[in-house]
Structures are given as structure tokens and as C-alpha cells.
């Protein structure tokens, strides 16, 4: 079965950038979509990142314009840009594939941003 590792995170300035990598274990060419999602504490999981199948994107207003999500399927890896960090982006983050087999998620990176 399919597993998704996320690494990436860390501790950053106010304004600094991050890359996130979600390396899965097989392929993830045939994923009907695959996104990033956020859970600060005392927070429900939020969306954060959308790719579909087809390589359309969405993001929430929130991070509209500051994370970019994307795909490399010869590394079977998706990442997540993240710029302009900002302290309330301060949470775990998961990467979501949807496969033809069903939902899988990844254990989760911390991410930390001062101020």
C-alpha cells in the first residue's frame, strides 16, 4: 500500500519561505487529486492546497497567492511552496492523496513561523 512521508518543516521568521515535499511510496501518477491541509492546535484541519488530476489548482483565501502547490510524478512527490509565512500559519501540516483505492494521509510536519 501507497504511504506518504511529509518533511520539510521547521521554524521560521515572519516572511520567510518553507518547501514541503510529500514523497509517496508508489505511484501517485493515477491520484484523482492530492492536497495539503493544516491543524493548529485547538483548530479543526483546514485545506490549504488543491491539485487535481488534471492540474488544476485551488487555495483558500488565506493563502491565496503566498503557497503553491505542485507535482513531480517521476519523484511521486508533491510540494508545497509556502512564502510570506506568517505566525498564524503556524501548524502541522498533512499531504492528502486520493488514489483510485482509496484516501491516504501522511503523518504530519511542523510548521513554526515567529514573529
Known amino acids: 500500500q501507497v504511504q506518504l512521508v511529509e518533511s520539510g518543516g521547521g521554524l521560521v521568521q515572519a516572511g520567510g519561505s518553507l518547501r514541503l515535499s510529500c514523497a509517496a511510496s508508489?505511484?501517485?501518477?493515477?491520484?484523482?487529486?492530492m492536497g495539503w491541509y493544516r491543524q493548529a492546535p485547538g483548530k479543526q484541519r483546514e485545506l490549504v492546497a488543491h491539485?487535481?488530476?488534471?492540474?488544476?489548482?485551488n487555495y483558500p483565501d488565506s493563502v491565496k497567492g503566498r503557497f503553491t502547490i505542485s507535482r513531480d510524478n517521476a519523484k511521486n512527490t508533491v510540494y508545497l511552496q509556502m512564502n510570506s509565512l506568517k505566525p498564524e500559519d503556524t501548524a502541522v501540516y498533512y499531504c492528502?492523496?486520493?488514489?483510485?483505492?482509496?484516501?491516504?494521509w501522511g503523518q504530519g510536519t511542523q510548521v513554526t513561523v515567529s514573529s
Open positions: 508508489g505511484s501517485i501518477f493515477n491520484a484523482n487529486a
Open positions: 492528502k492523496a486520493v488514489l483510485p483505492g482509496g484516501t491516504l
Open positions: 491539485l487535481t488530476g488534471g492540474g488544476s489548482t
